[in-house]
């Protein structure tokens, strides 16, 4: 409890430090957040004023500890054009969970079959495919793959939409609007985890119980499942973990190129306004997803070693 106490608190910390970069990145960026909010055309006496209004002649560090003194409360405070930030959250940040909750399912499904494929069957034919392949598709980023799949699957073909359109709800109107913006974040993230799947069964086929329930006459499946699959588990959970950061980071990129009604249009246009509170809740909304991910790993990781030390 201790040393899970300890974890948390250093995430913590670790949040709140990258939160302050945040500040500190967007304060720097050329330009002013009162003439990206009113325009070229506003009297220096109006820019003035609404610096004032938003707090933008305070010192950095005053505004750094306002900001997160709200955010323990839950309170995100207020975008430069004056909406609450947690109402944008709101209404912005399911579509982009559901966009990297389906890459990961797909992810996690996709790369647990070919892994354990590769392990099992090492000199196969698709055992060479999959080398080059699976490296090829972690090289790649996430922003080509997608431009792709438009070329191919909705320019050449017309199978699916090129761009999402939005239903009454704020979601896609339809699940193909789903199909190949889930297949643009989740082929990187195949490509990786596959190779750490493939690896960490490797290892842990090698085992002595695992020789032990072979020489039994155990079946492959029975041996794979119950034997190899056990030891690998802890690996594979990481690399998993891992992931949803890599899936929530690569959504901004994904949802900008298929017009897609989530976090990314609302980052790109935070960024273009300086709006440093809704850059940081962006910020700050991930960074709590992947911390409950973790622990949530860190949990089925000690789990899995049960009874082994």
Excluded at 219 to 232: D, E, G, I, N, Q
Aim: with cysteine.
């Amino acid at each position: 409890m201790i040393s899970f106490a300890r974890l948390l608190l250093r995430r913590v910390i670790l949040l709140v430090t990258l939160l302050a970069c945040v500040f500190v990145a967007v304060d720097l960026l050329p330009g002013s957040t009162a003439h990206a909010v009113l325009g070229r055309e506003a009297a220096p006496e109006q820019i003035a004023a609404k610096e004032r209004e938003l707090g933008l002649d305070r010192p950095l560090a005053v505004r750094f500890w306002q900001w997160i003194s709200g955010v323990a409360t839950g309170d995100f405070g207020r975008t430069a054009r004056g909406r609450p930030v947690n109402d944008l959250l709101v209404e912005k940040f399911p579509p982009t969970l559901l966009l990297g909750g389906l890459a990961l399912a797909v992810t996690v499904l996709a790369s647990l079959a070919l892994g354990a494929w590769w392990a099992t069957r090492p000199g196969s034919v698709a055992a060479r495919v999959l080398q080059p392949t699976t490296t090829t598709a972690v090289a790649v980023p996430e922003f080509v793959i997608a431009t792709v799949l438009i070329l191919v699957f909705a320019l050449a073909l017309g199978w699916l939409p090129a761009v999402t359109i939005t239903g009454r709800s704020g979601m896609p109107a339809g699940p193909e609007m789903l199909v190949l913006p889930v297949f643009a974040l989740a082929l990187p993230q195949i490509g990786w985890n596959t190779r750490v799947v493939r690896a960490a069964l490797s290892d842990a086929a090698l085992a002595p119980h695992v020789e032990s329930a072979v020489l039994d006459g155990l079946s492959s499946r029975t041996v794979l499942v119950r034997h190899v699959l056990p030891f690998a588990l802890p690996t594979i959970v990481a690399s998993f973990a891992t992931t949803v950061g890599m899936l929530l980071g690569g959504a901004l990129v994904v949802e900008t190129v298929f017009n897609y009604p989530g976090l990314g249009a609302v980052l790109a246009g935070s960024v273009a306004d300086r709006d440093t509170s809704v850059v940081a809740a962006v910020v700050a909304l991930s960074g709590v997803v992947i911390m409950v991910v973790l622990a949530v790993a860190d949990g089925i990781r000690t789990w899995s070693l049960r009874g082994r030390r």
